[in-house]
């Protein structure tokens, strides 16, 4: 949607303006939008809106004088132009940043006296009542060249004024969008409110926990949006706030739109405009129920409550930020920290309390995190920051909050997630790998395996895929255990592992089903080979329970290209060589040729 001049500006302040100007001058004015929408006007003579512009013949003259205007608008600071109703108009075009937003307007005066016979003639070619007509011409203004000359220069600078104006208004809203994003990413709710406590913004969590849009929740007042006793109860605080400036904090319990009680805590501050005055208060909403509930079970067992205490409290750091003479911040002086960040980072009081951000070994556990950057946001913006980091020195996770309880002040607390990291981490392994040997899925083979056709389709080279079975594999689980059984699927997959090269890959399907992948292979002697090594080595005694077992398997290859061109028929080609493995006597390796032979000979 196209900017529009009025969404810039306080189109009321603009009316006064103009208005008072008209008193002071009696100089007609007006500004309308590029699509002729008035915004505002003032002083316009009752010849041209009662006569001029009230009859059809006359009021073409009117609109050729606004055309004649708007086509030389953009060449000079302003324009002026005699309709040929006989009075003088003048526009001036105000730019927002290159482009031409809305046109401010002067004019219906003259700058001699005007020939009382021309207009008496205008009034009876187009019925104008004459007596009325040159009363209305009487009220017109009569202003010098120069004193129009100056006139123009003033109105020239009112509209690079409002230019101006409107270029900041512009970057405030650029800047005041932005913000609202950044209010909107943070899972608290926050509100601010004007002096008359009205709400004048607030995030998506705050309209989500009262359950009401934005556009219900601005504009109004507590007891518009809240039950009436809870509205009494911000009401006074927030008038407590106002009488007692600084950071307000204090809990309350209330209800979301569900009706869902919880426990709360309010963070509030005055905020100021631009003169340094008070403008309003700006809230956050912590819900603490969950520590209000835990605090109230400890309550219940002084032993429990210590315990619980010790061991559920997060690390904390305070720190007081090092300024310039000129008030600029330099570092951050760390001041307190308690026992949960000793325990969770191995440093000890004495090395960090005193010390600055930048000579303490505070910084070298969390390289690669810009805590003066992240401090300096807090401080300026007044909200918390909330983020997670691994600290490679420490090898652990933690999720931070950054916060301000007052000025210059900032304070870290820290919860260590190297666990949940590392549950994230397993689970994202375990979706490819399988857990009993640790080779690739069946998921990662097939991935693999179309990487390794591409790639041979672009070098016109084989791949080689290798289905294999354990032969006999159920009587030795039958007889020894499962367990057993899982001991001797591990060593098999290593041996496997051993007999490979390191651009091939083992993947095991399940139950004593394995695959391999032997990608960039030319001959089938060299697959063989391969493959024979494998089988070799599986030959070899497995001990379990002091049992030596000796374990053999069925092989079969499908090469690409010549046995499939895809990851179906190449799977389902090299299952049917392994079958043919297994009726010629297990221990084998069998090609798909192989294969296609023996069926050509049943």
């Not at 590029?34 to 009117?62: L, M, P, Y």
């Not at 039950?227 to 307000?248: C, H, R, T, V, W």
């Not at 079969?556 to 079958?579: C, E, H, Q």
Request: net charge negative; aromatic share 10%.
């Amino acid at each position: 949607m196209a900017q529009r001049f009025s969404s810039l500006v306080d189109v009321q302040k603009v009316q006064q303006l103009l208005d008072r100007l008209y008193d002071a001058t009696g100089i007609p004015s007006g500004i309308i939008e590029v699509d002729s929408t008035i915004i505002s006007a003032t002083g316009w003579q009752d010849i041209c809106t009662k006569f001029h512009r009230a009859c059809e013949q006359s009021r073409q003259n009117c609109l050729e004088s606004d055309r004649i205007i708007a086509e030389h608008l953009h060449t000079r600071a302003y324009v002026g132009y005699q309709c040929k109703n006989g009075l003088l108009e003048y526009a001036c075009p105000i730019m927002i940043e290159g482009k031409h937003l809305a046109t401010l307007f002067i004019g219906q005066f003259f700058i001699e006296q005007p020939d009382l016979a021309y207009f008496r003639e205008q009034a009876r070619c187009y019925g104008y009542p004459e007596e009325a007509y040159l009363a209305a011409l009487a009220k017109v203004p009569v202003f010098s060249e120069q004193k129009v000359a100056f006139i123009m220069n003033f109105f020239v600078a009112l509209a690079d004024l409002l230019s101006c104006s409107g270029s900041h208004s512009l970057k405030y809203l650029e800047s005041a969008n932005f913000l609202q994003e950044v209010l909107n990413a943070m899972p608290s709710p926050i509100f601010y409110k004007d002096m008359e406590g009205k709400y004048i913004g607030c995030n998506q969590a705050f309209a989500a926990f009262v359950g009401k849009q934005p556009s219900e929740i601005i504009g109004k007042s507590v007891y518009d949006v809240f039950p009436y006793i809870a509205a009494d109860k911000y009401s006074e605080m927030d008038q407590d706030l106002l009488s007692n400036p600084g950071i307000q904090v204090y809990e309350y319990r209330m209800s979301d739109a569900t009706g869902q009680h919880h426990d709360v805590l309010f963070n509030k501050a005055l905020f100021k405009d631009i003169n340094g005055a008070v403008a309003g208060l700006v809230g956050a909403v912590i819900d603490i129920t969950a520590r209000k509930q835990m605090e109230a079970a400890l309550q219940r067992s002084e032993a429990k409550y210590r315990a619980l205490f010790e061991h559920m409290l997060n690390g904390f750091i305070y720190l007081k930020a090092e300024k310039k003479p000129a008030g600029e911040i330099v570092d951050y002086r760390l001041l307190e920290c308690n026992d949960a960040f000793v325990t969770t980072t191995g440093l000890t009081r004495e090395m960090i309390i005193g010390r600055t951000m930048s000579e303490s070994v505070f910084a070298n556990i969390t390289a690669g995190v810009n805590w003066q950057g992240i401090f300096n946001s807090v401080l300026e913006s007044g909200e918390a920051h909330t983020f997670e980091y691994c600290s490679p020195l420490l090898n652990k996770w933690y999720l931070t909050s950054v916060f301000t309880p007052n000025e210059d002040y900032v304070a870290a607390l820290f919860s260590d997630i190297t666990t949940r990291k590392q549950n994230e981490e397993r689970t994202e392994y375990y979706a490819y790998h399988d857990p009993l040997t640790g080779l690739p899925n069946r998921r990662l083979f097939e991935d693999r395996l179309a990487v390794a056709l591409n790639q041979a389709q672009r070098n016109e080279e084989w791949v080689a895929v290798l289905f294999l079975d354990l032969d006999n594999f159920k009587p030795i689980n039958d007889t020894y255990g499962h367990e057993a059984g899982d001991q001797l699927l591990r060593q098999v997959a290593r041996r496997m592992l051993n007999s490979i090269r390191s651009c091939d890959t083992v993947a095991r399907l399940g139950g004593d089903e394995f695959v391999i992948i032997l990608p960039g292979t030319n001959t089938r002697q060299e697959i063989e080979t391969i493959a024979t090594r494998i089988l070799v080595a599986s030959r070899d005694p497995i001990v379990i329970d002091q049992d030596e077992i000796v374990i053999t398997m069925s092989i079969g290859i499908s090469i690409y290209p010549k046995d499939g061109t895809d990851i179906t028929s190449l799977m389902r080609n090299a299952d049917v060589a392994m079958f043919m493995s297994k009726r010629y006597g297990r221990n084998r390796i069998s090609f798909v040729i192989d294969a296609a032979n023996f069926s050509d000979g049943l």
